[in-house]
């Protein structure tokens, strides 16, 4: 399931041109607002940059998003429970909740709206789905895929720690697996970095 870009940019658009409703536009500075943007009844939307969102008691990232996108669209205490990771790099604007939803209305973008909803609902039971059922090779699997839909995140990420710090796994179950997927011709990794990755096998 692909990102509803151009629901995403047509909310984010209308915000952006009615400044009464919205903050400014500022550039994420870590450590200094994180624990605010995550713990306000505020709607944040990411306008362009990097976000990910780490759980606090282990560190491990739950959520990695790329701008143009909308977090927090409903109240949860979840977001008490994480933090932006440091590499988190993007600009934003956030929105009241209510004044969000109620300009939703006005505007009639429900449509947009349940389209986002959709697919961070689709990204949520996929993560959990993995996590609960699969197996450690399923989630490679699963991460090898989404690092190679984004080239320019191969070209920054170690692909062995970029699995490891989203999944919990010890790193040398993780590399045992990309070395056998390596040796297999499934994956090419150059100085750490993910450069090719063909159709990977159902079971490892």
């Avoid at 990204?123 to 699997?141: A, F, N």
């Avoid at 994956?187 to 450069?195: A, F, M």
Wanted: proline share 2%; aromatic share 12%.
């Amino acid at each position: 399931m692909n990102i509803p870009r151009k629901h995403v940019n047509d909310i984010i658009n209308h915000f952006i041109n009615n400044t009464h409703l919205t903050t400014k536009i500022s550039v994420y500075n870590p450590g200094e607002n994180d624990r605010t943007l995550l713990d306000d009844d505020c709607v944040l939307m990411v306008i362009e940059g990097y976000i990910s969102l780490v759980r606090e008691k282990d560190g491990i990232i739950m959520a990695s998003f790329e701008g143009p996108y909308i977090i927090k669209i409903c109240s949860s205490g979840v977001f008490n429970k994480m933090r932006l990771s440091q590499d988190s790099n993007f600009s934003y604007i956030t929105c009241r909740r209510s004044d969000f939803y109620q300009y939703i209305g006005e505007k009639d973008l429900w449509y947009s709206l349940v389209q986002i909803l959709e697919y961070s609902t689709w990204q949520l039971y996929s993560k959990i789905e993995m996590m609960t059922h699969g197996s450690v090779y399923d989630s490679v699997k699963f991460y090898l895929g989404k690092l190679n839909s984004h080239p320019a995140l191969c070209q920054k990420e170690n692909v062995c720690q970029y699995i490891v710090v989203r999944t919990g796994y010890a790193k040398s179950g993780v590399m045992a697996i990309l070395n056998e997927l390596r040796k297999g011709g499934y994956i090419t990794i150059v100085r750490g970095k993910l450069t090719g990755c063909t159709k990977l096998p159902n079971k490892f």
